[in-house]
């Protein structure tokens, strides 16, 4: 199995930032893609930012120029989030795509989720 830790988030003022981690850890073969999705209460669970084994990253438009999202090798990744706006706030969750062995198939595995206020 993959374990998915994350940290990082909490209360934080408009405009201010918040860095949030993603540790993986498990039986761990191969990780392809690592992603942050969040969801607000009453909405749907939305990519926010993803980077791939090759460290090609995209993001949604709404966060696009605010967020960085940066892996620094194949189990852990953070998003720097900066001018952070009361819409930002959300459950952040973690996925990765990984596999645990050579012959297993990918699955899609997530983290517990933390929460991110922004509020003044």
């Known amino acids: 199995q993959v374990q998915l830790v994350e940290s990082g988030g909490g209360l934080v003022q408009p405009g201010g930032s918040l860095r949030l981690s993603c540790a993986a850890s498990?039986?761990?073969?191969?990780?392809?893609?690592m992603a942050w999705y969040r969801q607000a209460p009453g909405n749907q669970r939305e990519l926010v930012a993803a980077v791939s084994s090759s460290r090609a990253t995209n993001y949604a438009d709404s966060v696009k120029g605010r967020f960085t999202l940066s892996r620094d090798n194949a189990k852990n990744t953070y998003l720097q989030m900066n001018s952070l706006q009361p819409e930002d706030t959300a459950v952040y969750y973690c996925?990765?795509?990984?596999?645990?062995?050579?012959?297993?198939?990918?699955?899609?595995?997530w983290g517990q989720g933390t929460q991110v206020t922004v509020s003044s």
């Open positions: 996925k990765a795509v990984a596999k645990t062995g050579a012959q297993s198939v990918w699955r899609e595995y």
């Open positions: 498990g039986s761990i073969f191969s990780i392809s893609t």
